[in-house]
């Protein structure tokens, strides 16, 4: 393709720079701004780094597959995450070692290994809603985004770890927001402030790896010690080279433990507490959801066929992954000089992609701020642009856990949804929280009712 050898549109220095306190509290919101004023390809003037922000779904094609290879993850955002899951694949820069580890990790993941997944959820789905009788009969208020992130991490814990962690969700849970929230910190101050500096964020943050590292040096130790078994943990402890030697260091071991806990719950927990959100606010959706499940599940314990089945819970699901993506941005930076819809990136730029913002491309959405689960019929979702809906990110560095998250989220769905009616308190305003993942500001508090 013909560079035009001038940089995109973009705001410019100064005008950035008017904007920051925009664009640090609700920098979604700027990105989708700065699309509608500027259109698909973005420059922002950074002092001592060139950003390009893409948002059409064959430049963004073209970064995360097609010239993937040109693009690795030493990014800010990417670093920043690094201090809690270290070269995890979820940060590892890219390459071989990146392969390796994506091979070993990848049967834990296939259809087979996804199939225990089921009972798995179906467990954590009933203590949760144990402990949701009790509440409903104490008036019904719970923390919906709180009971999702300890039915995820336990489902978490079992499927990859075979863990019971669930009597120490509620600490685990608290630690690993604890060290979210220092990245929220560290990403607003934006730069790296070092660990030793003392203030009080370093200080709850070293408490909260502590937490954590501990939970997983537990882990790793009760299983070194038996037979590694076929989930992921077994996988990580069990690969070996030719000569018949561990591939992975017990730090590497780590680094995909502690990733995988937190890249596997606190997005699928998001994408659920927005999917209950959505639903509350369209009373029409949920029953018809509702009686999807009544109508293919009655009262049995769901199988794994069924989940294919449940195809407007699907839909739903999707369509509020499209709305809050809980992953909603994804940042890569050029290697070398290369040219995106006919502009140059300058090679050590940074290449800014939001899923927020492709979801709602007028020409792709239509009516893009409407939550219609029917967008994802399956003839709709075939003839759209493969980029156009990215959750999941696309190309090589694909979500690994697409499939798990997609097929974990919907069980949750149906098993509560044909118990229960979430609503939102009168007079509730959800605050959306766009930093490490989107989150709702203040968690979401609702109000259960039992179907009789
Ligand atoms: C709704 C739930 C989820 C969302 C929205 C989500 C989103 C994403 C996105 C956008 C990426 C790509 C990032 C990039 O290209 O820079 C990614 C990668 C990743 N995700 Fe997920 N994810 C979810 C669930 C999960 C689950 C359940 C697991 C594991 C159990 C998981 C583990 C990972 C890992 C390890 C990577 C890095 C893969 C690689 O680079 O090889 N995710 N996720």
Redesign the pocket.
Known sequence: MQSKLSNPPGPGSWKLLSSLRNLRDQPHEYLLSAFQEYGDVVHFDIPGRQAFFINHPDTVQHV?QMNHRNYD?NTFQ?NVLSRITGK???T?EGGED?LQK?RI?QPA?SKNSLEGLVPIVVDAVESMLMGWEEANQRGGLIDVDREMMQCTLDV?AKM?FGADLSNQTYRLTGAVMDALDYLIFQTRTLMMIPGWFPIRENRVFREAMTTIEQAVNELIDRRSNSTPGHDLLGRLLAAQDESGQPVLSRQEVRDEVV??LI???E??A??LTWAWYLLARHPEVRVSLQEEVVNMLGNREPVYADVSNLVYTQQAYHEA?RLF???WL???RAKDADVVGGYPITAGGLVIIS?FTMHRRPDIWPEPDQFIPDRFSEDSHRERHRFGF????GG???????R??EV??TLILAMVARRFSLKLPPDTRVAVEALVTMRPANGMPMKIEAIS
């Open positions: 995360l993850k990417y995890g694949l979820l590892n990146w994506r990790a993941f978490v990859l990733t995988m890249a596997g719950h997005t699928v998001s994408s992954l993506p809980p992953a994804i940042t890569r899923p990215i959750p999941f990110g090589p560095r694909l979500c690994i856990g697409n798990f998250a974990e989220a």
